[in-house]
C-alpha cells in the first residue's frame, strides 16, 4: 500500500510500468528516481511515432532530448535540463510550459502554435521559434535574452498587444515601436 501514495505524482506507473516504457522507446543508461521521473545518461528520441503526450515524466537528461514531429500540445513530462539540444518542432504546441529551463545545447520548437514563449528556457546556447505566431514580435528583439527580459513589461495578452508597455520594452533596448506586427492587435 505504501507504494501506490509514491507512484499517485507520476499518473499511477508503478516502476515495472516505467521501465517497460523506457526499453519501449529504446532508452537507455537511465535511473528512475523515487518521485517517478526518469533520468536518462544518454539521448532520447522519440521524434516522429505519433504521440500526443510524453509518456513519462522525465528529470535531467544529459545528451539531446528530441520529440519532434508529434502532436503535443503540452510539453507536460519533458525534462527540466537537457545537456545537448532540445528539439520539440512541429507539434502543435501553444506555449512552452513545462519544457525544460536548462539545454546546453540548441532549443528548437519551430513549426508550432506558438502564441507565447511562457515556460522556455532561462538558460539556451541557441533558440528558434521560426514559422510560430510569436515569431512575429520575437524577431523585433536582438537574441532570446532581450525578448525574454521584455516579457517583464507584460505587454502581450494573447493576440492583443498593450502598446504603451511594449513601446516600453523596445525602449528599454533602443527600438523603435513598429506600425503594426500581423496577426497582433494593439490596445
Given amino acids: 500500500m505504501k507504494n501506490i501514495k ?3 505524482n507520476f499518473n499511477n506507473k508503478s516502476f515495472d510500468d516505467i521501465d517497460s516504457i523506457c526499453k ?3 532508452i537507455r543508461n537511465y535511473s528512475i528516481n523515487p518521485d517517478g ?3 536518462v545518461d544518454n539521448n532520447v528520441y522519440i521524434q516522429n511515432i505519433g504521440l500526443k503526450k510524453i509518456p513519462i515524466k522525465f528529470g535531467k537528461v544529459t545528451g539531446h532530448f ?3 514531429f508529434n502532436y503535443l500540445s503540452a510539453l ?5 535540463e537537457v545537456g545537448g539540444v532540445f528539439n520539440c518542432a512541429n507539434n502543435k504546441l ?3 510550459k513545462g519544457g525544460p529551463s536548462r539545454v546546453g545545447g540548441n532549443y528548437w520548437c519551430q513549426n508550432n502554435k506558438l502564441i507565447t514563449l511562457e515556460g522556455g528556457p532561462k538558460e539556451v546556447h541557441y533558440f528558434n521559434c521560426a514559422y510560430n505566431p510569436i515569431n512575429k514580435i520575437y524577431t523585433w528583439f536582438p537574441n532570446y535574452k532581450s525578448f525574454i527580459d521584455s516579457m517583464d513589461y507584460s505587454y502581450l495578452r494573447g493576440k492583443t498587444i498593450d502598446k ?3 513601446q516600453e520594452a523596445l525602449d528599454e533596448i533602443g527600438i523603435k515601436l513598429p506600425e503594426s506586427i500581423p496577426g497582433y492587435k494593439y490596445i
Fill in 164 to 166: 504603451l508597455r511594449f
Fill in 94 to 96: 501553444t506555449s512552452l
Fill in 37 to 39: 521521473t526518469v533520468d
Fill in 66 to 68: 528530441r520529440c519532434d
Fill in 24 to 26: 519501449e522507446f529504446g
Fill in 6 to 8: 509514491l507512484f499517485e
Fill in 76 to 80: 507536460e513530462g519533458a525534462p527540466y
